[in-house]
């Protein structure tokens, strides 16, 4: 709260008035002149209350008057009284009402209670108020009131005496204070400037202001009593200490520099007292030695006196480092003092406070660079700034080279130090060294077995003394073990770290992290070196004076480090150091530095040239960690170095292994740290960074990943690398800095740049060496890191591209593999990050600089190398993949590549060369040149060639269509492009005089590209690899038939006579001598078909297509090849080809020839692509149009295309032919030439009857004679009969060929169903077709028919005898079913089913028959007898036919026939033409009523009813067409005729009972009609000749007479055998006999009288009696067929007439 508020002033007044109250009351009895006094004092302060309005204004003017009763009572020496005073007056002195004349009182009456040693904790307290509220004392008050406490502080009291020093100190402070602020006062005013002194005048104060002469007097006196001096201002002091002074003189030094610098008269103070002091006091120190002995020195030496020593420093501290400029000289003399003071003769504490004090300047680098500037810059000064670096070195190397008497090293080795013997263990933070059982050991350095400990001393940059600050002590204090070596340590760091970072600022650079464009870095260091001309030469010679020093004492430390952060700090020391070298282009310290980093990083006497080591050697103790054998490196400092990992050196010959400790580690990782962030300033170093690195890499078995980054691999050999879980953290760290180190590059210059280039390519090199001659893992760290540069340069490419590229394809060539991968790894992955690049300008622009990019991937095909070749594929599908539309000029180069297949390669590279093609075709064929289209082509061919890989040659093939499609869909551009091409090439092939040397030349360029096309797919289509041929045949076919449209006219003659003719004939070479060995299994698991296990017949298949494909062209393109001139010419080679195929002995190929046929002919629609069958194997039927149904006669082929409507007719007679079918009638007889011999040749039956003959197919054979209807009409005009006579020859041997048995099941019917085979059906549309064309013909083509007839009538023989084929033995079917033909077979040829056939040429027969039976040819060539002839075979065999239907449709055809036939016959009966037909037609019905065949045992009642129903309808025949008529025909016929029905109607008269009798008698209907016939005949009057009659009449007396002995036997059988019924057959035959007898009656009944001979009445009556005997019997059946016959008898009972009548009669 404010003292000047009216509260405070009241309450001030209030309290004053109390205190005088209470002063009053205490010396009432006692000091009654003080209780007046105060009592006055009240009524003093009342008035002034009263009267004045500033209170405190007039109190203070008043203060001696209000002070005095308080100053009486400290007079009285009364304690309480005193105290209450002394309260009172401190209030008085806070309120600042005292006033000068008070103070002068005040500090009078404290002076007297000093002395009287009073109350002096308070006393001290009132001084300190009094002087620090307000500047009323001065002069002799102030001096007489410091007195008064520097006398209190050597009171016998020891509170006292610390409250006196602290009160001194402070007032000192004060003193200074009041100086200042005064200065501050007097800012703004121009002083005068003070007369010029005479050094000797001592009190030089005259020019000070008030307070300032107060300080001058005050430090005056301080120095002289320090030099126990008298004082001249302080009067009174009884007592001073040295200590005590010199702790005053440093306070004021320390805290008021700027009192000493700004005024001259305090400078002076300084130059000519305290440093001759300063220096006077150090002599002890100085002179004495530790150990010699003050009795052996001739004068007695004062030993040095700890508190003394260690203020003087810290006083020397002050003075370098506020007075340095003012004190130059006598600064390099204290320098000096105190770098003798680390002299290791000197005590302990006195080296410690000398350390801490050089420690205090070190963390000034400013000053350090004065130093540098003051001395070591001047030519005769001490190098002072080297000489404090080179002390501190020499300082450290003492404390391990002088082992401290009391501590042996090894007593005192901490649990943790012996640790690495035992496991290790990670600590949490990445790469902390765990040791034993997770105690982290106490920080230390070890060197030779001195282990000295490192205490934190300070925190850096911040120089924190201990024993400097030690002031309490009298004693010199014992210095801990490794206090000094920490300090020291400290000292070193801050030392770089201040320079560094110093020299940094002004280098222009504010991080080292950040590199900016260093080009920029040069240009402004060198301006400011251009600035200031001195600078940089400071910089450089501080560099140089201290790097000798700084890298000695590093190393040791950082070899004696068992600590991380100390090692960490040290490498950080060393890093910094050789940045700045670098930066200073410093080249020898800075590979000093950098050398010291590497040789860390490595293990122990690790031999590296570059780095000869020169380490003493060590003895090796083995022990064992983890059953891994590791050697721990004893004596030296690591022992105490956790080891992380244990891996083999990386050397020619194979060693032991080395062990890589954490600080290893540690370093390498400065080492990364080093090269990434200072790459510029390395230069010629890079060798030796890089090849530490890179064994570094090796012995932690880093491998490159891709891009070049290494990844921690697994140890390629063997268990010998060891990494612990410690350093497994730390690797992916480790390799991700290495990465980033490379990545860096991109911010070197280009000089720098060259030199890590060169360093790496060296390194490679020597990896190289070290990898020939054996296969242990090479090190890849330099073709890595070239590729990890190369990436990140980019932009620059060119300039490193030649070196980089050259050397990495070198490395492909290596023999060492994992060499070779990376070589090859690297070149590609610099190509394809090369083409990604955005360069400016773009790619596409610079062509000069793409080809360059590329050349190296073409380079790569000249290596034999298959791992390369693979690299360099995918590189090239890469490219592909991301580049591909950008290529341009570089894609000749790049199709080089991939089609530099070799069939040595294996398939695994052609597999990946072929995605490119693949990748090629599919993406690129628009966005390429055309001028390399024909370079693809090429390449493809090659695929579809190459013999490693099926798949790929028929992807390739696959590929070929693509690219034709391509073609056809760019057509026009593409042309337009190659004509342009054309021109220059011309032109420049003109200029020097050679022929354009192109394929297919004169062929214009477009087309030459087709025809490279047709060429590369025709090479392919004679393959040795069947699946090859196809494709590459379907192929070919279908671009020439989709694509040919493009090629100009002339170009189509080399298309069919270069490509298409010289295919099939390659093609027929290779089937005819094909290899007929069988092929086990297509490789592997692939089971082959059985129609294609042998060459042959894969062969077969090829020469299949390719003949279709050439006759579809021929077919589809008929009208543009038959204006080429030479068609004529190429259709009978066509026809050569097509018979040699359809004659060879090749089921599959001789029906494809047909095919072909049919397609040329365009008799079949030529069916889609995409429906085309696939192999029209001998099971499959082929797809035939079938002539008959789907464009039958007198109909037009249904025709898809234009050339379809240009074909004439089936029907000639419809059109008049076009006039090209005129001209082409040469064309279709030469293919009847040729169908007729291949159909005689095929047909021709086997000669020998040897197994092995060849048989044509069925198929083959339906389609040759399919042929026939469509080829007739175009030759129908010129058809004669040897044409007919040829074509018989050929379908009878075509119908009689036998089929193999394994075909059977599929071609026949089973036996059951009839029906034709499609070679039957075409046989018959073959005379069919022509007997149409006979019909329509002119008059002389009708000579035609009874040949066709003879054709038809020997193929109904067949029904009955089937066709012998040769000698060949075939099984026949007559009599089997289907299934045991299967089953049973011994033959391999099975005949076939000629049933159906042989039925339907009869219906056809019949058919015709009833058509032209009335043709004069027909009749004179004596069609009938012929047909009769040949019907009668299957009559007579009646039952015992193959087939039942065959001789019930004889039957019916010769009813056909005959009611046409007859009539016609009867016509001619005199002329003669059928005389011979009758004996066969009598001969025929005899075979047929009567046959010798019987039927079968399971004929069923109902069967044999319809069967008797069939010889009931012969017999009505004979009855209306014959009988009737029969004075046109020959008697002896109607004799034959006679004699039949009568054999029909009466039964043998045999008695034994065989069962075929009882089967004929069975026949009842059948008697019956022949029985009535006969009658009917018998009875008719139209009897014509005797002969019949007699017949007849003969006839029924045997009948008669028989059926009497019938019915006698049967009465005498039926009495003898009493119960027993009679046989069956017995039964049966008197059932016959009692129906015919009624069969009699009725005929006789119907009958005229008169023509019934009278001994037939009488034989008629006889029977009566007899029938009635029979009466008796027991059969039922009998009994009713009795009673009919009884019944007419009824006729006969007349009443008898007169006998006259009878007689008469």
């Known amino acids: 709260m404010s003292t000047s508020t009216p509260e405070a002033v009241k309450k001030l007044v209030d309290n004053m008035q109390t205190d005088l109250r209470s002063l009053s009351m205490e010396c009432k009895k006692k000091f009654p002149p003080v209780k007046e006094a105060a009592e006055s004092g009240i009524v003093k302060i009342k008035t002034i209350a009263a009267r004045n309005t500033g209170i405190l204004a007039a109190l203070k003017e008043n203060s001696a008057e209000v002070v005095q009763p308080f100053l009486m009572g400290c007079g009285t020496k009364e304690p309480k009284i005193t105290q209450l005073c002394l309260a009172a007056i401190q209030r008085l002195m806070t309120h600042e009402v005292v006033s000068e004349a008070a103070a002068g009182n005040i500090i009078n009456m404290l002076w007297q209670l000093m002395e009287n040693g009073l109350e002096e904790l308070k006393l001290l307290q009132t001084v300190l108020v009094l002087l620090t509220t307000n500047t009323v004392a001065h002069d002799e008050a102030l001096s007489k009131a410091i007195v008064v406490c520097f006398r209190l502080h050597f009171t016998k009291d020891n509170i006292t005496n610390n409250t006196a020093a602290a009160t001194v100190r402070q007032v000192v402070t004060v003193v200074f204070e009041r100086m200042v ?254 040791v034993s059982g997770g105690v982290t050991p106490q920080p230390a350095f070890e060197y030779r077995g001195t282990w000295i400990p490192i205490m934190t001393v300070t925190v850096q940059g911040n120089a924190k003394a201990t024993y400097l600050e ?220 890089l090849a530490t690195l890179q064994h570094l890499v090796w012995i932690l078995g880093l491998k490159p990943g891709s891009g070049g980054a290494l990844k921690p691999g697994r140890a390629v050999e063997g268990p010998s690398t060891v990494l612990t879980t410690a350093v497994m953290t730390d690797l992916p760290v480790i390799a991700n800095i290495l990465s980033r180190l490379f990545e860096s590059s991109q911010h070197l210059d280009d000089v720098s740049l060259h030199h890590l280039i060169n360093a790496l390519c060296s390194l490679s090199m020597e990896a190289m060496d070290m990898a020939y001659g054996n296969n242990k893992e090479p090190s890849l760290f330099a073709v890595a890191k070239l590729l990890e540069t190369g990436l990140v340069n980019m932009d620059r490419i060119e300039i490193l591209w030649r070196p980089l590229t050259g050397h990495l394809l070198e490395v492909c060539q290596h023999p060492n593999s994992r060499m070779r991968e990376w070589g090859a790894e690297a070149v590609t992955a610099l190509i394809k990050s090369g083409l990604v690049y955005k360069h400016e300008p773009a790619l596409s622009q610079n062509q000069r600089l793409q080809l360059l990019l590329l050349n190296p991937l073409k380079e790569l095909s000249n290596i034999v190398h298959a791992d390369i070749r693979q690299k360099q594929l995918e590189c090239v599908l890469q490219i592909l993949q991301s580049q591909g539309d950008s290529l341009g000029p570089g894609w000749p180069l790049v199709l080089g590549v991939i089609g ?432 149409k064309a006979i019909c329509v013909g002119p008059e002389s083509m009708q000579v035609m028919y009874p040949a066709i007839f003879d054709q038809l009538l020997l193929f109904v023989e067949f029904s009955c005898k089937p066709p012998q084929y040769g000698k060949l033995e075939t099984k026949h079917v007559a009599n089997a079913k289907y299934n045991q033909i299967q089953l049973f077979a011994p033959a391999e040829w099975v005949a076939l089913n000629y049933v159906p056939f042989a039925e339907k040429s009869l219906e056809v027969v019949s058919d015709l028959y009833q058509k032209t039976a009335c043709h004069k040819a027909v009749v004179s060539e004596k069609v009938l007898k012929k047909i009769i002839k040949t019907l009668r075979m299957p009559l007579s065999l009646k039952y015992a036919c193959p087939s039942e239907s065959t001789w019930k449709l004889a039957v019916s055809s010769l009813l056909k026939v005959l009611s046409i036939g007859l009539p016609v016959a009867r016509q001619h009966a005199s002329s003669g033409k059928f005389d011979t037909m009758w004996p066969e037609l009598a001969n025929a019905f005899e075979d047929f009523l009567f046959t010798k065949s019987t039927p079968p045992d399971n004929l069923s009642i109902q069967e044999f009813q319809k069967n008797e129903g069939i010889d009931v309808e012969v017999v009505q025949l004979i009855s209306t067409e014959i009988l009737p008529f029969a004075n046109f025909i020959p008697k002896e016929f109607v004799g034959q005729i006679m004699a039949m029905l009568n054999k029909g109607s009466i039964h043998s008269q045999s008695s034994s009972f065989t069962e075929a009798e009882i089967d004929i008698r069975m026949r009842e209907e059948f008697s019956k009609v022949c029985f009535e016939t006969l009658l009917q005949f018998s009875f008719s009057n139209k009897i014509t000749t005797p002969q019949e009659g007699y017949i007849s009449r003969m006839a029924l007396s045997v009948l008669l007479k028989r059926s009497q002995d019938v019915l006698h036997r049967y009465v005498e059988d039926e009495r003898l055998s009493g119960r027993c019924p009679l046989p069956r057959q017995q039964v049966t035959e008197i059932i016959f006999v009692l129906k015919a007898i009624s069969t009699l009656m009725d005929s006789l009944k119907k009958t005229q009288p008169e023509n019934v001979d009278a001994n037939t009445w009488a034989q008629v009556i006889a029977l009566y009696p007899t029938l009635v005997e029979c009466i008796t019997c027991s059969s039922s059946e009998v009994s009713s067929a009795l009673k009919e016959a009884l019944g007419p008898f009824k006729d006969f009972m007349q009443p008898p007439v007169t006998k006259v009548q009878n007689g008469e009669s």
């Open 181 to 434: 602020a005064e200065d501050e006062r007097h800012k703004g005013i121009i002083e005068q400037p003070p007369a010029v002194q005479g050094n000797s005048n001592r009190r030089s104060s005259s020019t000070l202001r008030p307070c300032a002469k107060d300080a001058y007097m005050l430090f005056q006196d301080l120095c002289q009593l320090v030099n126990a001096d008298a004082p001249y201002w302080l009067a009174g002091m009884t007592e001073m200490t040295r200590t005590f002074g010199l702790e005053l003189l440093e306070s004021v030094l320390n805290d008021f520099p700027q009192v000493f610098l700004q005024h001259q008269e305090f400078s002076f103070l300084l130059k000519e007292r305290v440093c001759p002091l300063v220096i006077k006091l150090f002599s002890p120190n100085i002179k004495f030695r530790q150990g010699s002995n003050a009795t052996s020195s001739p004068a007695p030496v004062e030993k040095p006196y700890f508190p003394i020593c260690m203020r003087l420093l810290r006083v020397v501290s002050v003075l370098i480092k506020h007075f340095y400029t003012l004190l130059v000289t006598e600064c390099e003399i204290f320098l000096s003092l105190l770098v003798k003071f680390l002299d290791g003769d000197k005590p302990q504490w006195l080296r410690a406070v000398a350390v801490e004090s050089i420690h205090r300047l070190c963390v000034q680098p400013n000053l350090l660079r004065s130093f540098c500037q003051s001395y070591d810059m001047k030519q005769h000064s001490t190098k002072v700034f080297r000489d404090i670096v080179n002390a501190l070195g020499s300082f450290i190397q003492s404390l391990f080279i002088v082992p401290n008497v009391g501590n042996p090293a090894i007593v005192n080795t901490p649990a943790g130090a012996a640790g690495a013997g035992g496991p290790a263990t990670a600590q949490s933070g990445p790469g902390a060294a765990g």
């Open 900 to 1331: 530099a297949i070799r069939n040595d390669q294996g398939e695994s590279l052609i597999r990946t060369a072929f995605q490119c093609l693949q990748l090629v075709v599919t993406d690129f064929l628009p966005t390429m040149p055309c001028t390399c289209l024909q370079i693809v082509v090429d390449v493809a061919g090659s695929f579809g060639l190459q013999n490693q890989e099926l798949n790929i040659s028929l992807t390739s093939i696959g590929l070929l269509w693509n690219i034709s499609d391509h073609f056809f869909q760019r057509g026009e551009t593409i042309e337009n492009e190659l004509d342009k091409e054309e021109a220059i090439l011309e032109k420049q092939a003109k200029e020097k005089g050679v022929p354009l040397n192109r394929p297919f030349h004169p062929a214009p360029p477009f087309d030459c590209l087709w025809l490279c096309l047709y060429a590369t797919l025709g090479e392919l289509c004679v393959d040795p690899r069947p699946a090859v041929r196809k494709s590459a045949g379907q192929t070919l076919f279908s671009t020439i038939t989709a694509h040919g449209t493009l090629l100009q006219q002339a170009t189509w003659h080399t298309v069919v006579w270069k490509v298409l003719f010289h295919l099939l004939d390659r093609v027929r070479k290779s089937s005819t001598t094909a290899d007929k060995e069988k092929i086990e299994s297509g490789g592997g698991n692939i089971l082959i078909h059985h129609s294609r296990d042998t060459a042959e017949k894969q062969w077969a298949e090829t020469w299949v297509l390719t003949l279709a494909g050439v006759a579809r062209i021929f077919n589809t393109r008929r009208y543009l090849l038959q204006s080429l001139g030479d068609f004529f010419k190429a259709w009978e080679v066509l026809l050569g080809h097509i018979q040699s195929a359809a004659l060879s002995k090749n089921n599959e190929v001789s029906l494809a020839a047909l095919k072909s046929f049919q397609e040329i002919l365009q008799i079949v629609t030529p069916v889609k692509d995409s429906e085309k069958p696939d192999a029209l194997s001998a099971v499959n039927m082929p797809i035939l149009i079938d002539p008959v149904t789907a464009s039958g006669p007198g109909r037009p082929l249904e025709r898809t295309d234009s050339l379809g409507e240009r074909l004439s007719r089936y029907n000639g007679a419809e059109q008049i032919p076009p006039p090209a079918e005129i001209e082409d009638s040469a064309l279709w007889w030469s293919a009847w030439n040729a169908w007729y011999r291949i159909g005689t040749d095929s047909t021709k039956p086997p000669t020998s009857s040897a197994k092995l003959a060849f048989i044509p197919s069925q198929p083959f054979l339906t389609a040759l004679i399919q042929i026939f209807p469509a080829l007739y009409q175009h030759i129908k005009t010129g058809f004669s009969m040897d044409d007919l006579k040829k074509l018989g020859v050929i379908l009878h041997g075509a119908v009689s060929v036998p089929i193999s048995s394994d075909a059977s099941p599929f071609i026949l019917p089973s036996y059951t169903e009839a029906v034709l085979t499609s070679l039957q059906e075409a046989v018959l549309t073959s005379l069919d077709v022509l007997q």
């Open 470 to 689: 030690m002031l309490d002590k009298v004693e010199p204090p014992s210095i801990p073990e490794g206090y000094a070596m920490s300090v020291a340590f400290s000292c070193l760091l801050d030392l770089v770290r201040g320079i560094t970072s110093m020299l940094e600022k002004e280098l222009g650079q504010s991080a080292p992290q950040t590199s900016p464009d260093p080009a920029m870095v040069q240009k402004q260091s060198s301006e400011q070196s251009d600035k200031e001309p001195g600078t940089r030469a400071v910089w450089v010679e501080m560099v140089n004076a201290c790097w000798c020093g700084l890298l000695a004492a590093l190393s040791l430390l950082l070899d004696a480090s068992t600590d991380e952060t100390a090692t960490e700090n040290i490498l950080k020391a060393e890093l910094n150091m050789a940045s700045l070298c670098g930066r200073l282009s410093l080249v020898t310290p800075r590979d000093a530095f950098i050398t010291a980093i590497c040789k860390a990083s490595l293990p122990p006497h690790y031999a590296l040239t570059l780095l000869s080591s020169s380490a003493s050697t060590l003895t090796n103790k083995s022990f064992s960690i983890q059953g891994q054998n590791v050697q721990i490196i004893s004596p030296s400092s690591e022992s105490h170095q956790q080891v992380v990992a244990v891996g083999q050196p990386l050397t020619v010959q194979p060693q032991g292994t080395v062990v890589l400790t954490a600080k290893n580690i540690q370093c390498m990782r400065t080492l990364l740290n080093l090269a990434h962030c200072h790459g510029t300033v390395l230069g010629t170093s890079w060798q030796l960074v």
